[in-house]
């Protein structure tokens, strides 16, 4: 679905740069999270994927056509939920569909309802954001993420700002979200357990600059619960990759 | 619960007024003070001038020179935001714009215009289009740009982000903004009258001056303050109704 091949991009202003002939595929219909430490370079890796940065060299491509020939290829969330006060929540998730243009205004509501009804938003349509509870909102942002109607969702720390138990419901959320949507789901955190309750696959950004990304498969099947985190085999899999993130103080 | 909020200051305002009138008949001197109830009466007595001649032409000057500042200071703002040479080019020159002494340069102005409406149109927008500039301006670069960056993955073009984010987020500093300037375009109007008008509340006052009637030269004062109130009030209730997720920001 995503594919990177040996994709080197630097800021202007650093003398090293971040990615460096960085290659790395995530597959159609996956749950692939991407892990490291702060300020690795994960959030810039969303952002070329994005179009927001341009890399200077290699090739990305999504659906096996470069990024540069398409538009709305991708749906972003980024870490804030970022809904606009001035618009009632249904009205923030018809802005993707509103930039695309050419939907009927009618068909946009009824998209956006349905969106917000599966999000469990039936009933807030018309309130405005700061009725919504840290949850309620993200799930709204996520409605509206997938109203960019991209098969590839990019998700950026979506629920690092929640709180531990809105946090894991969320996480459950978002596993029947994607089990019902079908997208392919990228997904940053720096929470190592997030990473293995959500995804197939986990990539471990490890390297300064990034030049490949550790590719570990997370042996447990669908559906999942919290208690499958409390099996031996996937506590050892925690503290692995724990202690392959730590094994790089200086990564600051 | 608003009239308990209000209430200090309502107390505040009536014990000043107490201390004003009680020094007034102390001094006994209406022409060096006159007192709150003089002001009034005076103002009841000139009602006919005031309120047919002088404060039409007052409010005309308030309204041209409103317009013109909301436009030009909108203008300035939009374009500092779109161009970054405009605003290196701009930024400096406005703020530099408020060094000139403005009532100094009135009687120039009377030069230029004479007593038209224009030589204290131009004071009133000197004085009020730069807090519409600078504040409108500020309210652009608020905009956070992870909101921006978020517009752009959707697609949306300069236009789009203009119309859809930029514009209704720089509302609530719009509407500061007219407040600010509601009052300093009367205070601008008023000087431009002071230097040279044959008509107007500034006028007025100047000419009671000359005639050491001390009541009468507040009486158009105490007009010109309840016509900012009024029209700050005004724009208040607007941006009640307009902006209603300012408290979020």
Redo the contacts between chains.
């Keep these: 679905m995503l594919r990177f091949e040996n994709v080197t991009f630097s800021y202007p202003q650093d003398s090293q740069p971040t990615l460096s002939g960085l290659s790395f595929e995530v597959p159609k219909g996956g749950f692939v999270s991407l892990i490291g430490a702060s300020g690795c370079g994960k959030s810039t890796i969303f952002?070329i994927v994005?179009?927001?940065l341009k890399a200077q060299s290699g090739s990305i491509t999504v659906g096996g056509r470069p990024i540069g020939e398409q538009?709305?290829y991708?749906?972003?969330m980024?870490q804030?939920d970022?809904l606009?006060?001035?618009r009632s929540v249904e009205e923030n998730v018809c802005?993707?569909m509103?930039?695309?243009g050419g939907i009927p205004k009618d068909r946009m509501r009824g998209l956006a309802r349905e969106a917000l009804r599966t999000a469990g938003l039936e009933g807030w349509e018309d309130k405005?954001?700061?009725e919504l509870s840290g949850g309620m909102r993200q799930r709204a942002a996520f409605a509206r993420t997938l109203m960019?109607g991209s098969d590839l969702l990019l998700l950026d720390e979506p629920f690092s700002a929640l709180d531990y138990l809105t946090r894991i419901s969320m996480r459950e959320w978002l596993l029947q979200q994607w089990e019902q949507d079908k997208k392919t789901i990228f997904f940053i955190t720096h929470d190592v357990e997030e990473a293995i309750f959500l995804s197939s696959e986990i990539l471990v950004a490890d390297t300064w600059p990034i030049t490949q990304l550790k590719r570990v498969t997370v042996p447990l099947g669908w559906p999942r619960t919290q208690k499958d985190l409390a099996r031996p085999d996937i506590q050892e899999l925690k503290a692995e990759l724990i202690e392959h993130l730590r094994r790089k103080p200086d990564e600051e | 619960m608003k009239n308990n909020r209000n209430l200090p200051a309502a107390i505040l305002f009536f014990a000043l007024l107490m201390i004003w009138q009680a020094a007034a008949m102390g001094i006994s001197a209406a022409y060096i003070l006159p007192s709150p109830l003089q002001v009034l009466k005076r103002l009841w007595e000139l009602r006919g001038p005031l309120f047919s001649a002088h404060l039409p032409a007052t409010m005309q000057v308030v309204g041209i020179s409103l317009a013109i500042s909301i436009v030009l200071g909108l203008a300035l703002a939009v374009l500092m935001d779109v161009s970054p040479t405009a605003e290196k080019a701009l930024y400096p020159l406005v703020i530099a714009s408020q060094t000139i002494p403005t009532t100094a340069l009135a009687p120039l102005f009377v030069l230029w215009f004479g007593y038209t409406v224009w030589s204290k149109v131009l004071v009133a927008v000197l004085m009020t289009f730069f807090p519409i500039t600078v504040t409108v301006f500020d309210g652009f670069r608020s905009v956070k740009s992870d909101m921006t960056d978020l517009m752009r993955t959707f697609g949306a073009s300069d236009a789009q982000i203009f119309m859809k984010l930029k514009f209704p987020a720089v509302l609530p500093y719009f509407f500061s903004a007219v407040k600010m300037a509601v009052p300093l375009s009367i205070i601008g109007a008023a000087i431009g009258e002071w230097l040279g008008a044959q008509s107007g509340l500034g006028y007025f006052s100047r000419r009671m001056m000359t005639q050491l009637d001390g009541a009468g030269v507040f009486a158009p004062i105490l007009l010109l303050s309840v016509c900012a109130m009024l029209m700050t009030a005004v724009v208040s209730l607007l941006e009640r109704r307009i902006v209603t997720w300012r408290q979020e920001l």
Aim: hydrophobic letters at 30%.
């Design positions: 952002r994005c179009g927001l538009k709305q991708c749906g972003y980024p804030r970022l606009f006060p001035w802005l993707p509103e930039l695309q405005s954001p700061a960019t």
